[in-house]
């Protein structure tokens, strides 16, 4: 297996940030992208997005994939996403290990799937397809859940590891979904994080959620807690060093809030070496 | 096909669609959280998703109508009309149909135009100064190609006035219909989204351009509103100001 690319510390893109970056150009390495986002004829959204490309490496972020899907597979929207591709060149393409509709219709959420060998065979199989289409290998992110089900015959960390070594693929470790997943599921993170092979994993996402006392819900709508910094730094001291990034989907706050939330990233992964 | 896992995705979606409780089998509960709560997390999750889309899309019927009336149609629209559609920002292209009242699907029909105009694809617009490069015999056989955000909308009521006053935070004049339907034009300028009014033979005439016609037509069209020996003129003025607008991409001889 190829050396893996590392990039540094990022930030996900959005909208309420284009014109700071523009004129600020902020230290962040590298942005995240939401694909979808971006599959428009035109309009400001693309044209910030090649201004920001001229400065900024790129990675892509799709939440459409439905990899896990029992529906095939959308080869209009793969032809999409190849477009975008090859006009910004990301350093990778990645989407979540879930569902998100059957029968042609869309949740628009991340939907998890029973982690059985059925399931692993079915998602292993397509994953592989989407690589041989797009002729890269993809990176899956583990989403986080709020139901168990009494198919399951293995626990997600098991699921995922079969998953990726079947498809060969990469991981994109989403540090809060394994906390919020611990605390939903009552198993220990530390756990699942050490499982999962560190050659795989490319990316880490970090970002907040909203704690209802006796479950969590990922809502990626608030600071990074204490209890993920700590399970980061661990990750990083387990698996070294790993392109990293904040991921802010909702309640944005001004881009110097973010950059302080991804210096403090940088400097405990840098005394985790 | 993963037939259990079909069954099981089948289940789950007619849950978050109809809730529908056949999935319930399928989910353990703990002693801290049930089943039932668990389930409850994607089936709020899903309506508030499809609802926060519809709001983003229709601002002005939103303030229009009052958070609560907007809340009770966006859940009307959303248990009739699931998604379909990879990127939510295609979720509620079919709000304007489903309401039926007149005004309120006009504010929507709008509100979804501005949106498609906004990321509509850019690229360069045919200049002014090109026309001389056109031979004067050929006029009556050119034809236009049009910029993709060029949208053509016609309201019977003071829909537009009343979209402005909302967007603007302020009360909108009361609703009245128009004596006769009011032709308008919306479009982007580079990255700036535009709208007018259209007297009705310039309305026209964007219509008869949008639809393939050739300047020849387009003039004679117009003699319903002005006399025959000044059509050329008024043809000419107008198409002078659909160009410098930057409606117009490129011209061509039939």
């Not at chain 1, 944005?252 to 950059?259: G, N």
Request: hydrophobic content about 40%; some cysteine; glycine content about 4%.
């Amino acid at each position: 297996m190829s050396k893996k690319p590392y990039l540094g510390f990022g930030l996900g893109l959005r909208t309420e940030h284009y014109d700071a970056i523009l004129k600020q150009k902020p230290a962040v390495d590298w942005f995240e992208i939401l694909t979808e986002n971006y599959l428009v004829p035109g309009g400001k959204p693309l044209y910030f997005l090649d201004k920001i490309r001229e400065n900024y490496p790129l990675v892509m972020h799709g939440v459409s994939m439905s990899i896990g899907s029992t529906d095939p597979l959308d080869w209009e929207y793969l032809k999409e996403v190849k477009a975008l591709a090859d006009q910004i060149q990301p350093a990778w393409i990645s989407d979540h290990l879930c569902w998100t509709g059957i029968h042609g219709k869309n949740m628009h959420d991340l939907l998890p799937l029973p982690y059985t060998e059925e399931t692993v065979k079915h998602v292993a199989n397509r994953i592989r397809q989407v690589q041989d289409f797009l002729e890269r290998k993809i990176l899956i992110e583990n989403v986080s859940s709020y139901v168990t089900y009494h198919q399951s015959q293995m626990t997600e960390w098991e699921f995922i590891k079969e998953i990726i070594e079947q498809a060969d693929c990469h991981i994109l470790l989403d540090v809060n979904n394994i906390y919020v997943s611990a605390i939903n599921h009552e198993f220990n993170a530390l756990d699942y994080i050490k499982a999962i092979p560190s050659e795989r994993i490319y990316q880490i996402h970090l970002a907040g959620h909203s704690n209802n006392g006796d479950y969590i819900v990922d809502t990626h709508d608030h600071e990074v807690v204490d209890e993920v910094w700590n399970l980061y730094k661990k990750t990083i001291e387990y698996h070294g060093k790993i392109s990293t990034m904040i991921e802010r989907d909702d309640n944005i706050p001004p881009l110097k809030t973010l950059l302080k939330e991804l210096n403090y990233a940088r400097k405990l992964a840098t005394a985790a070496k | 096909m993963p037939e259990n896992l079909l069954q099981l995705q089948n289940n789950f979606q007619e849950y978050l669609m109809q809730e529908k409780q056949d999935i319930k089998q399928s989910i353990m509960s703990t002693e801290k959280v049930s089943a039932e709560m668990r389930l409850a997390i994607y089936g709020e999750a899903y309506r508030s998703r499809l609802h926060e889309a519809l709001e983003a899309s229709y601002p002005a019927l939103k303030k229009y109508l009052g958070e609560e009336e907007f809340e009770k149609l966006c859940y009307r629209y959303i248990d009739a009309n699931p998604s379909v559609y990879r990127s939510i920002r295609w979720y509620g292209d079919q709000l304007a149909q489903f309401l039926k009242d007149p005004f309120l699907s006009e504010l929507a029909t709008l509100e979804w135009t501005l949106a498609l105009v906004f990321d509509a694809k850019g690229g360069s617009v045919f200049q002014l100064q090109a026309m001389s490069a056109l031979s004067p015999d050929s006029w009556a056989d050119m034809k236009f190609i049009m910029h993709s955000s060029v949208y053509r909308l016609n309201f019977s009521w003071n829909t537009m006035q009343i979209w402005q006053k909302l967007m603007e935070e302020v009360s909108p004049p009361t609703l009245k219909k128009n004596a006769r339907s009011e032709g308008w034009i919306l479009w982007r300028q580079e990255l700036t989204s535009r709208y007018a009014s259209l007297p009705q033979d310039e309305a026209w005439g964007l219509d008869a351009l949008l639809n393939g016609a050739t300047f020849g037509e387009l003039c004679e069209g117009l003699c319903e509103w002005v006399a025959e020996e000044e059509v050329a003129l008024r043809a000419a003025s107008l198409l002078k100001g659909w160009i410098t607008a930057g409606l117009i991409v490129d011209v061509t001889i039939k």
